[in-house]
């Protein structure tokens, strides 16, 4: 298959499965696609239920309803009622999709998440662990969520996921297949992770071969894509030797999960991962985060994704991953759709490039990040911070399409009594051009209660934003460096000033239509 540009995740029971009421029809049935039909998605990943329970009808696992027979939680009835009415119509969501999305000249591949942690019985539990219970786990105290999760030096675990990948390819026809190791990442026992390594090479490279013994029968290649994640060292602190698989061919797909919770344009530590890919005659994308430290939403707007998308594009990325986008799709999920399938029709397009703070570890993030914001501001000194533009800047200005760039500081408790210069790639910006704005009580837009770790900046602050127009030749094509020389602070002012967020939104001669005044776009005739 030819090079997704854009490839979009729907995990079946959040987008799906629990959003339908009985009766089940065939239109409710095929909505994963039919959403995604006539957008820049060209490949659609959709999901095989819970971590070891499923919803299409399968003979080697464990599917919803099975050994179950009432529901307490709702949600969870309203997914085994669309099973079994699925079933009662010959058919079940992964079949009818899969055979509908190839039918729309879609590509479908089911996600098979390689790790779980239900406790044996559990309505989550599959049958491997139902039968065999801490023998296939890591085992030890129950406390201990990794207790139950699968220890994948046991043959039976890995034979069991096989089983899984064969009825996918061989039975249901698949286009291919995503294996997900970013559910739940651990997949041996603290210690034995490195001696290990090998053993999922070889794995992984089985399930190639076993790919490749379906596709020579049924007369096609199928591809495998990888879910991991976005730094190399976290993966092998997994045991996932990600680089090796490339090099082996065991995957066509990598898909790099950013650990971190806030979306940042500039991404310096996922250059390895698309330069292997590409080296490997492989293709690598970015599933990026989907929020964002910023007072005027916590959902990043299309100018940040479009400077992502550019960022990633220069590094050598194939293209995006999204999933998990609101559901229904309304204009902002369908923009997203629409606009971010390929680099080249936007690079004339306005982008926000944006800093974001740093995040405290938690979980699988316990890696250092490179990020800098919030920086303190010291009396006497110079703090300077960089921002990665992609954007061909120069070309736009000789052909008279760039328009003046947009440089906007956060300050936090920022005393406008102090002496301070402010410079933009060694140019002085000079303090009465910017346009300055000030909130005594600025309050973030609350983060979804699901996230459970803590961001450097604070939720609430007292902040100063300056705004400077910046001539579009002095933005760099990379690394741009502001710099903040404090020279002198107001003495009665002790508290600590921070720098707190930084934003360059470059601006083109678009196509769009024109204001008139006090008005917003003026409407096309119809």
């Known amino acids: 298959m030819r090079r997704p540009r854009l490839i979009y995740y729907n995990d079946a029971h959040h987008f ?20 995604v039909l006539s957008t820049g998605v060209d490949l659609l990943i959709l999901g095989l239920g819970y971590g070891d329970v499923y919803f299409h009808q399968s003979n080697v696992g464990r599917v919803v309803g099975e050994e179950k027979d009432t529901w307490e939680n709702y949600i969870d009835w309203r997914i085994m009622r ?3 009415d699925s079933a009662g119509m010959g058919t079940d969501q992964v079949r009818e999709n899969i055979r509908y999305a190839r039918e729309m000249g879609m590509p479908l591949f089911p996600s098979l998440k390689m790790q779980d942690t239900a406790r044996q019985g559990d309505e989550r ?28 030096t046991n043959r039976l675990v890995q034979q069991d996921k096989l089983a899984m990948v064969r009825e996918m390819l061989e039975d249901y026809e698949a286009d291919g297949i995503e294996l997900d190791f970013m559910f739940y990442p651990v997949y041996f026992r603290p210690g034995e992770v490195e001696t290990n390594v090998a053993t999922m090479n070889d794995y992984v490279n089985e399930i190639r071969n076993l790919a490749n013994q379906i596709g020579r029968a049924q007369g096609r290649e199928i591809p495998i894509a990888a879910r991991v994640a976005h730094r190399r060292d976290d993966n092998l602190k997994l045991g996932l030797d990600v680089e090796t698989w490339l090099d082996e061919g065991s995957i066509d797909l990598v898909i790099g999960q950013v650990s971190e919770f806030l979306l940042d344009t500039g991404l310096p530590d996922v250059d390895w991962l698309a330069a292997k890919a590409n080296q490997c005659g492989a293709a690598a994308y970015i599933r990026s985060p989907r929020y964002v430290y910023d007072e005027r939403s916590v959902n990043p707007d299309i100018e940040m994704y479009r400077a992502l ?13 999204f999933g998990y986008l609101g559901w229904p799709f309304d204009d902002y999920e369908y923009k997203m759709l629409r606009e971010l399938a390929n680099p080249q029709s936007i690079h004339r397009r306005n982008k926000r490039y944006i800093l974001q703070p740093k995040e405290l570890p938690s979980g699988s993030n316990e890696t250092p990040q490179l990020r800098e914001l919030p920086i303190p501001i010291i009396a006497g000194e110079t703090t300077s911070v960089s921002i990665d533009v992609a954007d061909d800047i120069e070309n736009a200005i000789t052909e008279k399409e760039a328009r003046n760039a947009i440089l906007t500081l956060r300050f936090e408790f920022f005393c406008i009594e102090d ?37 450097a900046g604070p939720p609430s602050s007292s902040m100063h934003w300056f705004r400077w127009s910046v001539d579009p030749a002095l933005v760099r094509h990379g ?23 930084v934003e360059l939104r470059t601006r083109y001669k678009e196509f769009e239509r024109p204001q008139g005044f006090d008005m917003p776009r003026i409407q096309s005739r119809s």
């Open 16 to 35: 799906h499965a629990k959003r339908i009421d009985p009766m089940l029809t065939m239109n409710k049935l095929r909505q994963p696609v039919d959403e």
């Open 82 to 84: 669309m099973v079994e």
């Open 125 to 152: 539990c599959g049958w491997l662990k139902w039968k065999y219970g801490k023998d296939v786990c890591f085992g030890g105290d129950d406390s201990d969520r990794n207790t139950w999760a699968y220890d994948f």
């Open 309 to 321: 998308l550019q960022n990633l594009h220069l590094k050598g990325f194939a293209g995006l991953y």
């Open 419 to 455: 002496e301070i210069e402010f410079w933009f790639n060694d140019v002085q910006l000079p303090r009465e051009d910017a346009e300055v704005t000030d909130e005594r009580a600025m309050h973030m837009p609350k983060l979804p209660g699901w996230f459970g770790g803590e961001i």
């Open 479 to 501: 690394e741009n460096v502001i710099s903040i020389e404090a020279k002198k602070f107001e003495p009665t002012a002790g508290f600590a000033r921070k720098l707190n967020g």
